[in-house]
């Protein structure tokens, strides 16, 4: 689970928590409610256990919780659609991979980038460009590199 992932689910489970207690439901009964192993439920409202959807339906029919009401709360407990998208943006600049020796040069860069731009470059620009071949016109074919 990423940072984004953990944030949400732990939410999602204080939610669901704060939903069996205002049923006055223990764990057991719960457990017993959704075919749950204890175990598992006590890892699920902990935060600790990833919950799937099917489990949070399953959780919020036991509680009586409104599912789509439950995801909202959860959501603004965190800040919102926009904090996880920042938390997942946090993650995704982690994951770059650093600058190794097999990274291109910043002069390999610019010599590939020049590359490309030459395909729409006019012969005058071509010219003065070390290495261009060009066809001369009058001779139908390559001129001589310049010494």
Do not use: H
């Not at 939903?19 to 409202?45: C, D, F, H, I």
């Not at 959860?74 to 997942?88: H, N, W």
């Not at 020049?114 to 460009?129: D, H, N, V």
């Amino acid at each position: 689970m990423n940072a984004a992932e953990a944030m949400v689910n732990q939410a999602l489970a204080d939610e669901l928590v704060a939903a069996y207690k205002r049923r006055r439901m223990n764990q057991r009964a719960l457990a017993e409610a959704t075919g749950m192993s204890p175990t598992t439920l006590q890892r699920v409202l902990a935060g600790r256990s990833e919950i799937s959807g099917p489990t949070f339906v399953t959780l919020c029919a036991a509680t009586g919780a409104d599912p789509v009401r439950l995801l909202a709360d959860a959501l603004q407990a965190v800040g919102g659609m926009s904090r996880i998208e920042a938390e997942l943006q946090a993650s995704d600049d982690e994951r770059v991979a650093p600058v190794s020796d097999t990274t291109a040069t910043n002069d390999e860069l610019d010599r590939r980038r020049r590359q490309r731009e030459a395909a729409s470059w006019t012969t005058e620009q071509l010219e003065g460009e070390r290495g261009a071949a060009i066809t001369d016109g009058e001779l139908e074919q390559p001129e001589p590199e310049a010494p």
